[in-house]
């Protein structure tokens, strides 16, 4: 292992129970795969990062969300304030025709949930196996979002492919596989082709801090041992390349941010609702009928104002949401500092290069 190291994440450890990885010079911070079959032999997905001991000593860190197998967020924060603090976050999607494929939407949606409770200012990136193909799919509004091109060296596709460059633009997130490259590759390379599934992911407005992206194939760091024909290539070798890449982190000295920020600190609660998956008996039965009805006759025998336009449509809203409570699923989202988050952007089905253009005449 290259000493220069400061993390190193690893994706598909197979580790079972509480096993680790044991490395000398590094602590380990592992995510095992929890949903295996009673009788597998050996593990299967898994999730970890190994930290040098010199950087350890630096920071406190934390598993600050591992509910989810194959997602795994890790806090660093800075032993002498605080404020100073970044995240890592190590991923395994499996393949999606796998007998261990997960449900790709809840996946992402899981991912997107805890990036929008980081506050804005804190750096963090993920990295892994995202198995998702995307070719020259663009992770970015062109004309709205300035990213540098992205070196392209697989141009073939997957079903997860518009689902991840989705995901990226909704985040705010881009790739930085293509990017301030030293050298690009394929990522996956095996007897059965060529691919890049492994990326490391990083917000638009944070791209300066990292340079010298670079993936090293899994033979080229055999053969640099320098001990040729000791190993059985055909055996041993990882058919997942090693990606490589320099973060700068540039932290407020005094420690008066951390006291105005704990100062600071809320925490909101989103309720989500799941709106994909409508029941038979949505908007159907007699009091829900009855409630709406109640709203349309009180706004066609209200004076038409705008006051009173205002009212009714809070009345219809809370309609709506006693229905959406009492028959839909739902989860509780938590967001600190709700201020300080990013502002979510969404990619909009009617935009296009032409309205970019005359937008930016206008500005």
């Known amino acids: 292992?290259?000493?220069?190291?400061?993390?190193?994440?690893?994706?598909?450890?197979?580790?079972?129970?509480?096993?680790?990885?044991?490395?000398?010079?590094?602590?380990?911070?592992?995510?095992?795969?929890?949903?295996?079959?009673?009788?597998?032999?050996?593990?299967?997905?898994?999730?970890?990062?190994?930290?040098?001991?010199?950087?350890?000593?630096?920071?406190?860190?934390?598993?600050?969300?591992?509910?989810?197998d194959g997602i795994m967020w890790v806090q660093f924060?800075?032993?002498?304030?605080?404020?100073?603090?970044?995240?890592?976050?190590?991923?395994?999607?499996?393949?999606?025709?796998?007998?261990?494929a997960v449900n790709v939407h809840e996946f992402m949606e899981?991912?997107?949930?805890?990036?929008?409770?980081?506050?804005?200012?804190?750096?963090?990136?993920?990295?892994?196996?995202?198995?998702?193909r995307c070719s020259d799919f663009s992770d970015s509004i062109e004309g709205i979002d300035c990213l540098p091109e992205r070196d392209i060296v697989d141009f073939q596709t997957n079903g997860y492919g518009n689902i991840f460059c989705d995901?990226?633009?909704?985040?705010?997130?881009?790739?930085?596989?293509?990017?301030?490259?030293?050298?690009?590759?394929?990522?996956?390379v095996s007897t059965?082709?060529?691919?890049v599934v492994d990326y490391c992911i990083l917000p638009?407005?944070?791209?300066?801090?990292?340079?010298?992206?670079?993936?090293?194939?899994?033979?080229?760091?055999?053969q640099s041992l320098g001990e040729p024909g000791r190993?059985?290539?055909?055996?041993?070798?990882?058919?997942?390349?090693?990606?490589?890449?320099?973060?700068?982190?540039?932290?407020?000295?005094?420690?008066?941010?951390?006291?105005?920020?704990?100062?600071?600190?809320?925490?909101?609660k989103i309720i989500k609702y799941d709106t994909k998956s409508?029941?038979?008996n949505w908007l159907i039965g007699d009091s829900i009928v009855t409630e709406i009805n109640r709203v349309i006759l009180q706004l066609e025998q209200s004076e038409a104002s705008q006051q009173n336009i205002d009212k009714m449509y809070e009345n219809f809203v809370s309609v709506l949401k006693t229905e959406m409570s009492e028959k839909l699923s739902s989860k509780e989202i938590r967001i600190s500092n709700a201020f300080n988050n990013k502002a979510r952007k969404c990619k909009k089905p009617w935009w296009n290069s032409e309205l970019t253009m005359l937008w930016n005449d206008v500005l």
Request: net charge neutral.
């Open 204 to 222: 638009y407005e944070m791209l300066d801090s990292f340079n010298s992206f670079s993936v090293t194939r899994a033979t080229t760091i055999i």
């Open 1 to 68: 292992m290259q000493r220069n190291l400061h993390i190193l994440g690893i994706a598909e450890t197979h580790l079972m129970g509480s096993n680790s990885v044991n490395v000398d010079g590094y602590c380990w911070y592992g995510h095992n795969r929890r949903n295996i079959h009673i009788r597998a032999k050996n593990g299967s997905g898994g999730v970890g990062l190994l930290v040098r001991n010199d950087f350890d000593q630096q920071f406190n860190i934390e598993i600050v969300d591992d509910n989810t």
């Open 167 to 188: 995901f990226l633009i909704d985040v705010n997130c881009c790739i930085l596989n293509g990017r301030k490259t030293l050298t690009n590759d394929f990522t996956f």
């Open 77 to 100: 924060k800075d032993k002498r304030c605080n404020a100073n603090m970044f995240y890592v976050c190590v991923v395994y999607l499996p393949p999606e025709n796998s007998t261990r």
């Open 231 to 268: 190993y059985d290539l055909r055996k041993i070798v990882p058919d997942h390349s090693l990606l490589t890449w320099n973060m700068c982190l540039y932290f407020p000295i005094e420690d008066q941010v951390s006291k105005n920020k704990d100062k600071n600190q809320t925490v909101t």
């Open 192 to 195: 059965r082709g060529s691919s």
């Open 278 to 280: 409508l029941p038979e």
């Open 110 to 132: 899981t991912l997107m949930t805890h990036i929008y409770t980081i506050p804005q200012g804190n750096l963090f990136y993920l990295c892994g196996d995202f198995n998702s």
